[in-house]
C-alpha cells in the first residue's frame, strides 16, 4: 500500500518525497535515523518505521553499524 492510498491510522505528517528530499540535499552519503530526523518534524521512533517503510519498496538502503545504530542512503533505483 502507498502512502496516498487509504490506509488506517493517522495520516503521516511528513510524506515519503519529504523524507527522499533530505537525502538528496545532504553531501553526505550516509545518514543516521537521528541526522534524518533531526531535518524532519517527527520523532526519531517516527522517522525510523519511516525509514523501514521506504526500505521496504526499495528507495533507501541501510547498514547496521552497531549496536542500535543504522546508516540509511539512497538505492540506486531512487
Known amino acids: 500500500m502507498t502512502?496516498?492510498?487509504?490506509?488506517?491510522g493517522r495520516k503521516p505528517r511528513v510524506s515519503n518525497e519529504e523524507i527522499i528530499v533530505v537525502f538528496r540535499t545532504t553531501d553526505d552519503p550516509v545518514l543516521s535515523t537521528a541526522e534524518v530526523a533531526d531535518q524532519l518534524p517527527i520523532k526519531?521512533?517516527?522517522?525510523?518505521?519511516?525509514?523501514?517503510?521506504?526500505?521496504?519498496?526499495?528507495?533507501?538502503?541501510?547498514?547496521?553499524?552497531?549496536?542500535?545504530?543504522?546508516?540509511?542512503?539512497?538505492s540506486e533505483s531512487t
Open 44 to 74: 526519531r521512533r517516527a522517522t525510523l518505521n519511516r525509514l523501514e517503510a521506504l526500505e521496504e519498496e526499495g528507495r533507501v538502503d541501510s547498514k547496521a553499524i552497531g549496536g542500535r545504530n543504522r546508516v540509511w542512503w539512497l
Open 3 to 8: 502512502e496516498n492510498e487509504s490506509s488506517p
